[in-house]
């Protein structure tokens, strides 16, 4: 029941926002796992809605579109039983040439207690967490994805997914100590990978990434420094040589308009993941995919429908218990 779940203050969680893993310590991630993990088991209930967010607010503010996360967003406050603003720049005072800060600030005026933020540019998310705390607001900032950042979020619903492998009801960090984890496709732009990277390093999980040199540069790694398990790969097969999970990323088209690739054709043939380069990792290997899939591109469809070897359906279903618990460590310590 809900009703013994700790409060986020006994629970030791500190953070008001959730701007970006490199925040977490590996306390925080295992806080993270328990209480999606206490409702998942909500989820399973015939009554799927409990009272924890009451009479709070929270606003979507998606400036770019989404369907995954903005759907698992407001499904995960309705289960905590918040009232959901939407906000749809099409048709806002963006277009009459409000700034984004004046329209945080709208809704704001509203009684918005916590908005969950997704903007193309990196930064956007901070900034307006950064005037919430100036003015005092106690508002809480949730990042949705920004940029090439980071999307905090999905990194979490993957790590999640990943440790419920091992154990559904009591999913540990500590399960992924030691484990391979390949990292396939347009690393370079991807804030899904930057985001996982933070949180399977700090799993203790060693980390290969693997993709063309024009999506895997050797300068990404100096984002994180020296002291993560990291290792880069430019062809696949090395990545995958007895790995224990491999994640794909959405490779976008527009990559072959800036000639970083040359075909989509032959990144498939030397990236795509199948079930015959599976063959490679160890048994028992799981494949994870953030979504939306281009099936046989960076997946085949054999794979991605197989449910012995997918965890794709297993990311979308945990997306909402995490994003519940999200929101709940977030906003369950308002005043």
């Known amino acids: 029941m809900i009703t013994a779940t700790p409060t986020p203050a006994a629970l030791g969680w500190q953070h008001h926002h959730i701007l970006s893993l490199a925040d977490f310590s590996a306390e925080d991630f295992q806080t993270v796992l328990t209480t999606a993990a206490s409702f998942e088991g909500v989820l399973s209930r015939r009554t799927k809605k409990v ?11 998606f400036f770019e579109a989404s369907t995954r996360t903005r759907s698992s967003f407001e499904l995960a406050a309705k289960r905590l039983s918040a009232d ?7 048709t806002s005072s963006l277009s009459k040439g409000e700034t984004i800060l004046d329209t945080a600030k709208t809704y704001l005026a509203m009684g918005t207690d916590i908005m969950v933020i997704r903007h193309g540019q990196a930064g956007v998310p901070q900034a307006i967490a950064a005037e919430m705390d100036r003015l005092g607001t106690g508002v809480r900032i949730l990042n949705a994805g920004d940029g090439q950042h980071e999307h905090p979020s999905q990194g979490l619903l993957d790590l999640y997914a990943l ?3 091992f154990s559904a009801e009591a999913p540990n960090l500590a399960d992924l100590k030691g484990k391979k984890i390949a990292i396939v496709g347009d690393i370079l732009h991807s804030r899904v990978a930057r985001s996982n990277l933070w949180a399977l ?3 203790g999980a060693s980390v290969h990434l693997a993709g063309p040199p024009t999506l895997v540069p050797t300068e990404f790694l100096d984002y994180f420094g020296d002291d993560r398990p990291i290792t880069l790969h430019w062809q696949l097969e090395p990545a995958l040589e007895r790995a224990d999970f491999v994640m794909t990323l959405r490779l976008q088209h527009e990559r072959m308009a800036q000639h970083l690739l040359p075909s989509i054709r032959e990144y498939h043939q030397q990236f795509g993941i199948t079930r015959d380069r599976l063959a490679g990792c160890n048994p028992g290997v799981r494949v994870l995919h953030p979504g939306p899939t281009n099936r046989g591109v ?12 997918s965890l794709v359906s297993r990311q979308v279903t945990s997306g909402i218990a995490v994003r519940m618990a999200l929101l709940y460590l977030i906003g369950g310590n308002l005043p």
């Open 163 to 165: 440790c419920t492998t």
């Open 298 to 309: 960076e997946l085949s469809s054999d794979v991605m429908d197989d449910p012995a070897l």
């Open 84 to 90: 959901i603003l939407n906000f749809a720049p099409g």
């Open 51 to 61: 009272p924890t967010l009451q009479g709070r607010v929270v606003t979507t503010m």
């Open 201 to 203: 390093t700090a799993a």
